[in-house]
């Protein structure tokens, strides 16, 4: 059974803060991914990572930087937090099965607000 | 841009009765598409996927591919209060190294007892 954790289920943070936001993933999948969710907007990607150390930008990249120093580890950084950053924050990993069968698995959110 | 459209609605349909999701993508070249289900404060889970135009089946629910047409659906069938959340579509498209999903805004589902 595929599990993806997230380190906090709810944060709060003043403006300015520096904020980090982990996900483990214990399936050894090779991608690892970084949403955030907003009503109306649904669901955007902010980073990628296919391998460790590798990243590329999803669509909403900027005001996060991210870090994967190990394949099960993938981090948010949000490095001067703004109240436009309140959100939930989705991490999800999938493994490269082939193009039609990759499934993305979520953990269960964090829920960030930025006061 | 690639874009996933969904009616955000609500749906509401009555207990036992058929539920019928519909999603148009933009892009032609899209080869997979994914169904997840997201109960209020809960993270996606994955209900299934299809790449093949026609009709995928598991248990209660059904997927439609049209190609085509640019569209793919998602039936349920006997609809129970439990399958009340937000659907959500999403597609396949290639990126560097991997594979990134482009999801719709998600239909609210409300199946009433």
């Given at each position: 059974d595929v599990k993806v954790t997230q380190s906090s289920r709810y944060l709060v943070k003043r403006t300015g803060e520096k904020v980090f936001l982990e996900c483990v993933q214990d399936m050894d999948h090779?991608?690892?991914?970084w949403y955030r969710q907003d009503p109306g907007l649904g669901l955007r990607l902010i980073y990628f990572s296919y391998d460790v150390k590798m990243k590329e930008k999803g669509d909403i990249p900027e005001g996060y930087s991210v870090s994967r120093e190990k394949k099960e580890r993938f981090s948010l950084i949000l490095e001067s937090a703004s109240t436009n950053q309140t959100s939930?924050?989705?991490?999800?990993?999938?493994?490269p099965t082939g193009l039609y069968q990759e499934t993305q698995y979520f953990g269960p959110g964090t829920r960030l607000l930025v006061l | 841009q690639k874009e996933v459209e969904q009616n955000s609605g609500p749906l509401s349909v009555p207990e036992g009765a058929i539920a019928s999701l519909n999603c148009t993508y933009s892009d032609r070249g899209s080869q997979s598409f994914f169904w997840y289900r997201q109960y209020s404060g809960k993270s996606p889970e994955l209900i299934m996927?299809?790449?093949?135009?026609?009709?995928k089946?598991?248990?209660?629910?059904?997927?439609?591919?049209?190609?085509?047409?640019?569209?793919?659906s998602?039936?349920?069938r006997d609809s129970q209060p439990s399958d009340s959340a937000t659907y959500l579509c999403a597609v396949v498209h290639s990126g560097?190294?991997?594979y990134q999903l482009t999801f719709g805004k998600g239909t609210?589902?409300?199946v009433i007892p």
């Open positions: 090779e991608n690892m991914f939930m924050y989705l991490c999800a990993s999938s493994s | 996927f299809i790449y093949s135009n026609g009709d089946e598991d248990g209660r629910f059904t997927a439609q591919l049209n190609k085509a047409s640019q569209y793919v998602l039936l349920i560097a190294g991997s609210k589902l409300s």
